[in-house]
């Protein structure tokens, strides 16, 4: 029972590096929960990547999905800024920055910015 | 082994000095001078078919170690940096390659946190030209029965890379699922082992210093044997996410005598909470 415990935490502690990824550090699916402070979380599923120019993304993958219009990467600071408009027809600015950038769940945090309401953000990559 | 020729030259000529001092000599320094250099440098092995051999020869060991350089760096750039790829000014980062901007930006982060995030550290092998700068050496093992090419490690995790030498093409690298060593391709031009290698991951880091790629990494790296201590190594690299355009780096290994060493990539930090001994 202790050697299968030890082994469980040997693999636990190994999981985290065998799924490293270090290519472009936007490159995956983001998840977080977007909200007022003290009010009710709304859950938001990114996904991103780099297709060599441009910065493509997709915000909640399923019926109500939509896709990013503008987004960018400021390399200098590692701001990140996206645009898109929700299936309400509601803009949609989110602006954050990405820390940690040696970790696989790295995160970004920032404001989340629909129709006109700022709320606090916190993208975590899975 | 351009030392070795040197010291060799010399004490030469030192001793046809003494000689003739000594009103003995019919000799000229040049004539010494070209002999034992000729005889210092070996001739590159091969095959009965001619066929350059990259390993050893039959009765002898040996390996390919001694990197002449220590990271990716595009050629005719000069960049001090240590033998981990750590610069001595991390102003001149974007000199190393032709980077874009976010590639840039994540080549000096991890500059300036003293390469901390490097996957080795986490047993994450190096993989592509990393392994031909990386401490531990290689050998090259043509399998001519087979028409393929091993790469042996001794760096890293000890791993092999597989090099079909059987006429298929490196593959599209959205075609195929990405990985560590890639997918290697080769044939000959002349004497010169050419490899073409696609559908890498971009968990690893491909060179010392943490030059970073995508799994849109290409790339043409060329092997020559110029001599039997001699390989020459050349690598073209392509990734269009990272890099704005095609860069080469090269550098030359030596022949070292003896055995890789049997080491082994160890996670102190997981064994130590495997076995309790934290």
């Known amino acids: 029972m202790k050697a299968a415990l030890s082994f469980l935490v040997l693999l636990i502690s190994l999981s985290g590096s065998l799924q490293a990824q270090e290519g472009f550090p936007l490159d995956g699916t983001w998840r977080g929960f977007w909200s007022v402070p003290g009010g009710e979380e709304t859950l938001v599923v990114i996904v991103m990547d780099l297709d060599g120019e441009n910065i493509n993304g997709r915000i909640n993958p399923g019926r109500n999905m939509v896709f990013f219009e503008e987004a960018s990467l400021d390399p200098e600071n590692w701001m990140v800024r996206f645009t898109s408009t929700s299936k309400a027809d509601e803009p949609i600015v989110f602006e954050g920055m990405l820390e940690n950038l040696g970790a696989y769940d790295r995160t970004i945090t920032g404001t989340w910015t629909i129709a006109g309401v700022e709320n606090q953000l916190v993208l975590t990559r899975e | ?278």
């Open chain 2, 1 to 278: 082994m351009q030392l070795k020729q040197i010291s060799i030259t010399i004490s030469a000529l030192m001793i046809m000095l003494a000689v003739s001092s000594c009103g003995e000599s019919t000799t000229t320094s040049d004539e010494v001078s070209q002999s034992v250099t000729m005889e210092s440098v070996r001739e590159t092995p091969r095959f009965d078919d001619g066929m350059v051999r990259f390993d050893r020869v039959p009765g002898e060991v040996g390996y390919w170690g001694n990197p002449g350089k220590h990271s990716l760096i595009e050629n005719g750039v000069q960049v001090a940096m240590d033998e981990n790829g750590q610069l001595a000014d991390i102003n001149t980062a974007d000199q190393v390659a032709p980077f874009k901007p976010w590639a840039l930006g994540l080549y000096k982060y991890r500059q300036a946190n003293g390469l901390a995030d490097d996957p080795v550290n986490a047993c994450i092998s190096p993989a592509g030209p990393r392994h031909l700068h990386y401490e531990g050496g290689f050998r090259i093992i043509q399998d001519r029965n087979f028409d393929r090419v091993y790469m042996l490690f001794g760096g890293g995790n000890r791993g092999w890379r597989l090099i079909n030498m059987d006429g298929r093409q490196a593959p599209d690298p959205d075609e195929v699922a990405g990985t560590y060593y890639g997918h290697s391709a080769g044939h000959w031009e002349d004497d010169t082992l050419v490899v073409e290698s696609s559908g890498f991951n971009d968990r690893f880091w491909f060179s010392n210093g943490g030059l970073p790629h995508t799994p849109a990494l290409t790339l043409v790296e060329r092997f020559t044997r110029s001599n039997f201590d001699t390989l020459e190594y050349e690598v073209e690299i392509t990734d269009p996410q990272t890099y704005t355009r095609p860069w080469t780096a090269s550098w030359t290994l030596g022949w070292v005598d003896g055995e890789i060493k049997e080491t082994f990539c160890e996670q102190i930090e997981a064994i130590d909470q495997y076995t309790g001994n934290n």
